[in-house]
């Protein structure tokens, strides 16, 4: 998978995780695939009109903003509402003339099961670009990408936006350190197991604040971006929102960290230290 820096760092927030071993799905005729039924996921973590910025610094080098999005308008896909969320990363003026980085995507997220029916993402950094348009039919658990060739998938498999906002749904309550949770992912066309190592609770400084934390490190494919475990860390906010507050990695080539600068729009009282 040809991921470059930026767009690794944005999926580390977006999925609180990274890519460990994948697999390709099965090619399919998407109309002969049989219907099952769809699941109901509550979400209490956010709600239309929440809005994440993030800064982004590359060793220490103030080089990017991310911002994440929900739209304020509820649509409609196949008669059922959805969610439209928005993911952006831009470089910073200064920083354009080394990496110029122009990053989108966007998701429609199932408002009652929390599964999606359209990825589109849209990615150039520094001339390396991808396009990318999918479909999913949750009901047969397939998809469609934009060449038109249909894949089986995991039931209810998450795209790179959608696992973020699944993800805050997760319930760490009675969580003891060192257990993993998992999201099935679909990136490239490959099917990734994404799993996160809850690894307790802290109080994290931030652009935004200090807040009450839950770190995780994320279970990642040593030797691709990572030299070991120990290279990446993610915290969230220790309320119902679960907003992530900092990620922080060493790759192989420096090390990166992206912190909340400002939110707004959230559902619930943030973990915020007083």
């Not at 209490?44 to 982004?56: H, N």
């Not at 929390?114 to 991808?130: S, T």
Request: charged content about 25%; aromatic content about 12%.
């Amino acid at each position: 998978m040809k991921t470059k820096w930026f767009t690794m760092a944005l999926v580390i927030m977006i999925t609180q995780s990274a890519m460990s071993q994948s697999s390709k799905p099965v090619k399919v005729n998407i109309n002969n695939l049989p219907q099952f039924s769809l699941r109901n996921k509550s979400n209490t973590a956010f709600k239309p009109g929440e809005r994440l910025e993030y800064r982004l610094h590359y060793g220490i080098v103030d080089a990017a903003t991310a911002v994440i999005r929900v739209d304020p308008q509820v649509t409609k896909i196949n008669n059922r509402d959805v969610y439209h969320v928005i993911g952006e990363g831009t470089t910073v003026s200064t920083f354009d003339m080394f990496f110029k980085v122009r990053d989108k995507y966007e998701s429609y997220i199932d408002k009652q099961g929390m599964f999606p029916h359209k990825f589109v993402r849209n990615v150039d950094e520094g001339g390396y670009k991808i396009q990318q348009d999918y479909t999913f039919y949750p009901a047969k658990r397939a998809y469609k990408n934009q060449k038109g060739e249909g894949y089986m998938t995991p039931e209810f498999v998450q795209d790179m936006m959608s696992a973020f906002y699944y993800a805050r749904n997760l319930d760490f309550t009675n969580a003891k350190k060192g257990d993993i949770f998992k999201i099935t992912c679909v990136v490239d066309d490959e099917i990734f197991p994404l799993k996160i190592k809850y690894m307790g609770k802290e109080t994290i400084e931030t652009d935004a604040g200090t807040f009450y934390a839950i770190k995780f490190a994320p279970v990642i494919q040593k030797g691709r971006i990572f030299k070991k475990e120990e290279d990446l860390s993610v915290w969230i906010s220790d309320d119902k929102n679960h907003i992530p507050l900092m990620a922080s990695a060493k790759i192989m080539v420096g090390s990166i960290k992206m912190e909340l600068k400002k939110y707004s729009g959230l559902a619930n009282p943030v973990a915020k230290v007083n």
